[in-house]
């Protein structure tokens, strides 16, 4: 018998609180109705009640209402252009967070410190700091943005202005996803894969790739839900031209500017559905993936 | 006689090895170095004199105490609430604590605009409760209430979430100990519980006051943008920005990115120093 079940006076209590005692197991700790309750108040005023508004403000234009103000095509571009550039920046996050996850976990190297804790700085910086940064460097007469203009491609101001901006704020969310499944991933297997003849392409593509998949897809997933919000580090660099490079935040504090709160909460509305349904297919893509790879 | 274990070699990759670690390097330079580099450039781009002014404008100044209050009301009620959220989560079994935890994650994946935009339905001019808060003469849109309101929402998660695993890691012997010793409830927190989680705590304080002071999108919506009133730095930096006065929004951006990197340099710190009293998914 555990120390814990010798001093859990069990059904005395549940005598004493036989209502709550179906709700909660008792423990002899005090202080679970306080904390309970405080958590409970805040969460409902801070998350609940306005979660609420945001759910039912739309609907006071009407079903066909809400479809108009996101079917309008300057709101359907903008949703597009969000959804879809996520989709590709967070895609491109995967091999790039492999690429710095493999290193940072594989070779000893000098700096290695350094660069791991630099992977956070798309985190540390403020996104308005980011946003005006990556504006200034891939503007026409910017450092990069002159060089791509040398070559006839336009960086900021355009939908590529727009894409190196979420895969910078993308890239942690990979590369902290990955480290600490290649750390413990076992060595064994790959040695064992070696001594059956596998070269290393073999070993990346069959052995560490199916290993890392699930992990991988909730890093590119993370990057990709971070991407879709994003507003402080895309807002300067956008151009924000109306159906071309304005992203769906953007259009709801346009809407907003405009005193059209059920418009503005449709958009985001529409946004966390959208969000909320990708997840759920990642998620089962996800657990696809975890079958496999037991079968 | 003694057989020396040969040591077995960290890569069979020797080739390859470097022109990946060059590959790495090169992108994070590139990609997330570069900022860096260029606010600080940018903010001294026009000598030292000129980014002290900069600083020293009035309107800087108000933006970086509004900054730090805004900081100083969230932070400390946001922790509050992680201390409490993690206690009844970590210490007890009940039932729909899954749901919590998932309303405590929620914010986490909610544009930040949309964490604004939920204030201003609330308490806008045309919000749920609008007509009462204009009839009584009372402002949180376009106030630093508002502003409070919104940097809670987006950083409340921080704290708990650092706390909440930890705790549950440690579960709840040492604090039953205590109390059948003969420790009143208060006595077992302040000298079993804070102590065990003090490194946590402030890993998590950490996380919550750089991303409060640094938030854009959500205080954006609610601000208004009042110059000198309602303009915490982050919305500093973009006024300035948008009126092409380039070496003040960079200079202004220059104390953020400050902010980001001592927070990085501590966090860091304290992933090294104390990797067994932070969470397990910390740990390095």
């Known amino acids: 018998m555990t120390a814990q079940a010798i001093l859990r006076p069990g059904g005395v209590a549940a005598k004493a609180h036989p209502r709550r005692s179906r709700w909660v197991e008792h423990s002899i700790l005090p202080g679970f109705g306080v904390s309970l309750g405080i958590t409970l108040a805040y969460l409902g005023a801070i998350v609940v009640l306005p979660l609420i508004a945001l759910a039912i403000r739309p609907w006071e234009l009407g079903p066909e209402g809400v479809w108009h103000a996101l079917a309008a095509p300057r709101v359907a571009a903008a949703l597009k252009l ?29 700096g290695k410190r350094i660069l791991d804790a630099l992977v956070d700085l798309p985190f540390a910086l ?33 939908p590529l202005g727009i894409f190196i901006a979420l895969v910078f704020i993308g890239l942690p969310f990979v ?20 001594t059956l003849g596998a070269n290393s392409l073999q070993r990346a593509v069959m052995v560490i790739l199916p290993a890392l998949a699930p992990s991988l897809i909730s890093g590119v997933s993370l990057a990709f839900a971070r991407a879709v919000g994003e507003y402080g580090s895309v807002v300067f660099i956008a151009g924000n031209l109306p159906g071309k490079t304005e992203i769906a935040p953007l259009l709801i504090v346009i809407k907003l500017e405009q005193y059209d709160y059920a418009g503005a909460a449709a958009i985001g509305l529409a946004m966390v559905a959208i969000s909320f349904g990708s997840l759920i297919l990642i998620n089962l893509l996800q657990l696809f993936l975890a079958r496999r790879g037991k079968a | 006689m003694t057989v020396e274990a040969r040591p077995i070699p960290r890569t069979r990759l020797p ?33 030292f004199g000129k980014y002290l002014a900069s600083i020293r404008d009035p309107d800087a100044v108000s933006a970086i105490k509004l900054t730090l209050l805004v900081a100083a009301i969230a932070v400390p009620l946001n922790a509050a609430f992680g201390i409490a959220a993690a206690w009844c989560i970590a210490k007890f079994e009940f039932r729909g604590k899954s749901a919590l935890l998932t309303l405590i994650d929620l914010p986490f994946s909610m544009s930040p605009v949309v964490s604004g935009l939920v204030w201003v339905l609330l308490f806008g001019a045309q919000g749920w409760f609008g007509t009462w808060l204009i009839d009584h003469d009372v402002r949180i849109i376009f106030a630093t209430t508002g502003l409070v309101l919104a940097t809670i929402l987006v950083t409340f998660p921080f704290v708990a979430r650092e706390l ?31 102590p065990n989680i003090r490194w946590a705590l402030l890993y998590g304080v950490l996380l ?34 948008n009126d ?5 929004a960079f200079a202004a951006a220059s104390l953020l990115a400050s902010l980001g990197l001592v927070t990085l340099v501590l966090k860091t710190t304290l992933e090294w120093r104390h990797a067994g009293e932070l969470s397990a998914n910390r740990r390095h």
């Open chain 2, 164 to 194: 909440i695993p930890l705790m549950q890691d440690q579960g709840a012997d040492e604090e039953a100990a205590a109390l059948t010793l003969g420790a009143s409830g208060l006595t077992t927190f302040w000298k079993i519980t804070l």
């Open chain 1, 82 to 110: 969000s959804f879809g550039l996520s989709a590709l920046a967070a895609l491109l996050n995967a091999p790039l967070g492999m690429l710095i996850a493999w290193t940072l976990t594989r070779y000893e190297f000098l």
């Open chain 2, 15 to 47: 080739g390859f090895a470097p022109l990946l670690v060059l590959a790495s390097a090169v992108v994070m330079a590139a990609l997330v170095l570069m900022p860096l580099f260029v606010v600080f450039g940018d903010a001294f781009s026009k000598g």
């Open chain 2, 208 to 241: 919550c006051n750089a991303r409060a002071m640094g938030e854009f999108g959500a205080v954006s919506v609610v601000s208004g943008h009042i110059r000198g009133l309602t303009t915490t730095l982050p919305l500093h930096v973009e006024v300035l920005y």
């Open chain 2, 244 to 248: 092409y006065d380039f070496v003040g």
């Open chain 1, 126 to 158: 403020p996104t308005a700091v980011a946003g005006i940064a990556l504006t200034a460097i891939y503007a026409p007469n910017g450092p990069l943005g002159s060089l791509a203009a040398k070559i006839g491609i336009k960086t900021a101001y355009s």
């Open chain 1, 175 to 194: 590369v902290r996803s990955l480290q600490p499944v290649l750390q413990d991933l076992d060595r064994e297997v790959e040695e064992a894969a070696t």
